[in-house]
């Protein structure tokens, strides 16, 4: 099992900055893609960004060149610096991470609780 504890969200203004954590935890062997994804109020949860276990990120096209992850291998800690915050980037973030099993050729995925984000206008 993989815990995972975000942390970092609350209120910003227009244009200002946050910066999200998030630490895995559990008895786990190989954690693969680790990443953030958000859920606005009456909207689908999206994909914010992801760092994959290569170092290969992927940033969704509303956050590019305003978000930037990171991710901290020996401590198991991801990190989402948000730059430019506008209206459009209130919502709950999640973190999210992947583990496959050899032992049952699957792969499995875990989610943290959430943390709010507000952009206040």
């Known amino acids: 099992q993989v815990q995972l504890v975000e942390s970092g969200g609350g209120l910003v203004q227009d244009g200002g900055s946050l910066r999200l954590a998030c630490e895995a935890s559990g008895s786990f062997l190989r954690i693969g893609t680790m990443g953030w994804y958000r859920q606005a109020p009456g909207k689908q949860r999206e994909m914010v960004a992801t760092?994959?276990?290569?170092?290969?990120?992927n940033y969704s096209d509303s956050v590019k060149g305003r978000f930037t992850i990171s991710r901290d291998f020996a401590r198991n800690t991801i990190y989402l610096q948000m730059n430019s915050l506008n209206h459009a980037d209130t919502a709950v973030y999640y973190c999210y991470a992947d583990r496959w099993s050899a032992a049952h050729s699957r792969l499995y995925d875990y989610w943290g609780q959430g943390t709010q984000v507000t952009v206040s206008s």
């Open positions: 760092f994959s276990r290569e170092g290969i990120t």
